[in-house]
């Protein structure tokens, strides 16, 4: 089956510094999420990118679909920023084919 | 606010208890899930209800007990639970459209099984 794959598993980083986050996945997919999962563990959307870049705010995601994976950049961290990010990938039309990455734990620190 | 809110938050039980989580969207979705996420593990999917019919069930063991009654509720039925089932509980919709699915999710149930 399909692998998902994270890194790094665990990043610490001082207040305002930036980071890339990164997602390979070993097939091709029909879609692409990124998540934060805070430490109450609620999993907020953060991008819906199949293919592309989008860009948030401080938070921006690049997916290359054709070389199976994805980036997401972080710029200016902030404490609140620290928590789980996850990725996760959709596989045509079949709902169990949703799989989620292992995650990065991310700790920003003042 | 996702849009997504499950009730309990938090739930303690015996192992020969039955109890009820429930999940509500707000967002006219047509597709609703069940995930299991265990520590040190990545979230796994147990059931996936489409327009209220089950289309997909992984292999979860059957003392998991879904129930859709409508698109916008979701239920999952706890009955003679292990220790091993103790883990954070997250429901999700999504819009089930053709080209656009992406997942919204609510804050988690944290199940303790004594």
């Known amino acids: 089956g399909i692998q998902v794959e994270q890194s790094p598993p665990d990043l610490i980083l001082q207040e305002g510094a930036n980071s890339t986050l990164r997602c390979n996945f070993s097939?091709?997919?029909?879609?692409l999420q990124w998540f934060h999962q805070n430490p109450w563990g609620q999993l907020i959307n953060l991008f819906y990118?199949?293919?592309g870049t989008k860009q948030n705010g401080r938070l921006s995601a690049t997916t290359v679909a054709t070389e199976r994976y994805s980036l997401l950049y972080i710029s200016s961290s902030q404490t609140t920023d620290s928590g789980v990010y996850f990725c996760a990938v959709e596989l045509g039309t079949s709902y169990d084919k949703v799989i989620f990455g292992p995650g990065t734990s991310l700790s920003v620190i003042p | 606010e996702t849009g997504v809110t499950q009730t309990p938050r938090h739930l303690v039980m015996g192992m020969t208890n039955k109890k009820s989580l429930k999940c509500e969207q707000h967002?006219?979705?047509?597709?609703m899930y069940w995930y299991k996420q265990s520590a040190k593990k990545p979230l796994e999917l147990m059931f996936v209800?489409?327009?209220?019919?089950?289309?997909e069930n992984n292999s979860v063991p059957s003392r998991f007990s879904p129930e859709c009654p409508n698109s916008s509720h979701l239920f999952l039925h706890l009955h003679t639970l292990q220790p091993e089932d103790s883990a954070l509980y997250l429901c999700?919709?999504?819009?089930?459209?053709?080209?656009?699915?992406?997942?919204?999710f609510g804050p988690g149930t944290r199940l303790t099984v004594l």
């Open positions: 967002l006219g979705h047509n597709a």
């Open positions: 097939d091709s997919v029909n879609n």
């Open positions: 999700a919709s999504s819009p089930d459209r053709v080209g656009y699915n992406e997942q919204f």
């Open positions: 990118i199949p293919s």
């Open positions: 209800y489409s327009l209220e019919e089950r289309v």
